[in-house]
């Protein structure tokens, strides 16, 4: 069983940055990893993904300003987020499944989410 626990949400300004960590308990390192966000009222978006093999893909809204890692030493994924605008205001929730997709249904596991609110 994989357990996911997301950090490093709060408040900036628009164009800071925040860095986000997902911890895992469970062996991640042979897992695609995701990251998932949802404003109220909104349905639940995805992000950016890292394969098993590190390659990355990221949703066209944040591309060139996050950028998704992993440690595998560590059992941690990261979400780096720079030039935040308003509209990346959302809970933001960690994902870990056996498919490298942009799909949320085929992600297996979910943390419990942190949320990232960004001022103008």
């Known amino acids: 069983q994989v357990q996911l626990v997301e950090s490093g949400g709060g408040l900036v300004q628009a164009g800071g940055s925040l860095r986000l960590s997902c911890a895992a308990s469970g062996r991640t390192f042979s897992m695609a990893m995701g990251w998932f966000r949802q404003a109220p009222g909104k349905a639940r978006e995805f992000v950016a993904a890292?394969?098993?093999?590190?390659?990355?893909v990221y949703a066209d809204s944040v591309e060139g300003r996050f950028t998704i890692s992993r440690d595998n030493t560590k059992n941690t994924v990261y979400l780096q987020m720079n030039s935040l605008k308003p509209g990346d205001t959302a809970v933001y929730y960690c994902?870990?499944?056996?498919?490298?997709?942009?799909?949320?249904?085929?992600?297996?596991?979910w943390g419990q989410g942190t949320q990232v609110t960004v001022s103008s």
């Open positions: 994902a870990a499944g056996d498919l490298y997709t942009v799909q949320a249904g085929a992600y297996d596991y």
């Open positions: 890292i394969s098993r093999i590190d390659s990355t």
